[in-house]
């Protein structure tokens, strides 16, 4: 089956503790990018990878890292979380860059830093 | 993108087609019109997209009017699982680099 899968779905953590969030594609997409979603602002783009080795920043980056050194997976990596980090997070793949195709969006993962 | 405008909230009865309207009077003549959905706290779920066309597939069809300034989503026989947000996006076809913008959607509330 065709599928964007996240790990983990829930995860509670202190502040300052690194984390990894992974993301992995089954549909071999150039494109994938990481979202939160916060109530009332909606969905932003963290960061956004059009392929191997090329990665850029969204519209809120800030302590966030990511990596893509393989097309099927691209983690989402915390530094240093901090409790405004609280969030759910989803990641999404595209094919061709998201040229005219919908974007496949993971099952999330439910973040809590306290 | 061009900023759309959706109704915060709709009820349809189950069994029967659910429309829902966006209006994007701004659009620019590349732009593309999306659909996703997201059922409670899951990933987004893309629908349909088009840019001129009315379009169609499994799950949604999609009209577009002549001056693109509106567009309907119409779910056919909604079911209780069709409830959710529904986002209307527009966008330019810019390889991908610029991320999806959701605005607040429209909850479809679909009644036993």
């Known amino acids: 089956e065709a599928q964007v899968t996240q790990n983990p779905r829930y995860l509670i953590t202190v502040t300052g503790k690194k984390l990894t969030v992974t993301c992995s594609q089954n549909m071999n997409h150039e494109y994938m990018s990481w979202y939160r979603q916060d109530p009332g602002l909606g969905l932003r783009q963290i960061y956004y990878s059009m392929n191997v080795e090329v990665t850029d920043k969204g519209d809120v980056p800030e302590g966030y890292k990511v990596s893509r050194k393989e097309k099927r997976n691209f983690p989402l990596i915390l530094e240093s979380p901090s409790p405004n980090q609280t969030s759910l997070y989803f990641c999404a793949s595209s094919p061709f860059g998201g040229r005219g195709y919908g974007y496949t969006f993971g099952s999330g993962t439910r973040l809590t830093v306290v | 993108d061009a900023k759309t405008t959706q109704p915060p909230s709709m009820d349809c009865a189950e069994g029967r087609a659910a429309n829902l309207p966006c209006n994007h009077s701004t659009i620019s003549g590349n732009e593309y019109v999306y659909w996703y959905r997201q059922i409670h706290s899951q990933g987004p779920q893309y629908i349909i997209h088009?840019?001129?066309n009315n379009e169609t597939n499994e799950m949604a069809s999609l009209i577009i009017t002549e001056d693109r300034k509106s567009s309907t989503l119409i779910l056919p026989h909604a079911t209780l699982r069709d409830t959710a947000v529904y986002y209307c996006?527009?966008?330019?076809?810019?390889?991908?680099?610029?991320?999806?913008?959701f605005g607040k959607g429209t909850h479809l509330i679909i009644q036993p």
């Open positions: 088009g840019l001129k």
């Open positions: 996006i527009v966008r330019v076809e810019r390889g991908g680099a610029d991320g999806l913008t």
